[in-house]
């Protein structure tokens, strides 16, 4: 069903991690304590994976920049994302993240970066590592951002706007991978 077309480069599935993926609820969710998928998080990513879509989660984690968490902290969290998925059936390919944000602690972290939601780096990066086809590929996210950043890298783009994600990603599967069976 996604197999490689002729330039050897496959379809897949970019997803923003904060009130698409996981709830959000307080803002600079890191505390594993906090974790808590979306509702039909778990069944969409079971989905993908059974029609061999790879994921990739990309995150703006301006909280690292702000000083409110660390690195090893966010590496905490999307270890357990990644945990999850794989108990549901699902997979998450790789993560990418931008710890910039204009109100970082650390000047360097306040510098434009190419990769912080809407620019598209995050999403560029992974598709060059992977082999992925951007032009038959996905974003899913809950902001403005999100899309902008999947319409810059040449992806379909979708803005989930809450409740249950697994509607939106059979939406998506019907749409843009051949109509596949659900």
């Given at each position: 069903?996604?197999?490689?077309?002729t330039?050897?480069?496959?379809?897949?599935?970019?997803?923003?991690?904060?009130?698409?993926?996981?709830?959000?609820?307080?803002?600079?969710?890191?505390?594993?304590s906090?974790?808590?998928?979306i509702?039909?998080?778990?069944?969409?990513?079971a989905?993908?994976?059974?029609?061999?879509?790879?994921?990739?989660?990309?995150?703006?984690?301006?909280?690292?920049?702000?000083g409110?968490?660390?690195?090893?902290?966010?590496?905490?969290?999307?270890?357990?994302?990644?945990?999850?998925?794989?108990?549901?059936?699902?997979?998450?390919?790789?993560?990418?993240?931008?710890?910039?944000?204009?109100?970082?602690?650390?000047?360097?972290?306040?510098?434009?970066?190419?990769?912080?939601?809407?620019?598209?780096?995050?999403?560029?990066?992974?598709?060059?590592?992977?082999?992925?086809?951007?032009a038959?590929?996905?974003?899913?996210?809950?902001?403005?951002?999100?899309?902008?950043?999947?319409?810059?890298?040449?992806?379909?783009?979708?803005?989930?706007?809450?409740?249950?994600?697994?509607?939106?990603?059979?939406?998506?599967?019907?749409?843009?991978?051949n109509?596949?069976?659900?």
């Amino acid at each position: 069903m996604t197999n490689a077309d002729t330039t050897g480069l496959r379809p897949a599935i970019f997803m923003d991690r904060d009130n698409t993926l996981t709830v959000d609820a307080k803002g600079y969710t890191w505390r594993l304590s906090d974790f808590a998928l979306i509702d039909g998080a778990a069944a969409s990513l079971a989905l993908f994976h059974k029609l061999g879509l790879p994921v990739f989660v990309v995150t703006n984690q301006g909280g690292i920049g702000k000083g409110l968490y660390s690195r090893d902290d966010m590496q905490h969290f999307h270890d357990r994302l990644a945990a999850e998925a794989i108990a549901a059936g699902g997979m998450i390919t790789d993560f990418a993240f931008c710890p910039h944000h204009p109100d970082a602690h650390d000047p360097a972290l306040r510098t434009p970066c190419s990769w912080r939601k809407p620019a598209p780096g995050m999403i560029l990066a992974l598709a060059e590592r992977w082999q992925i086809d951007l032009a038959a590929s996905v974003m899913v996210g809950d902001r403005d951002s999100d899309v902008a950043a999947g319409k810059a890298a040449g992806c379909h783009a979708y803005r989930f706007d809450g409740g249950n994600l697994l509607p939106l990603s059979q939406h998506i599967v019907t749409t843009h991978f051949n109509g596949a069976r659900l």
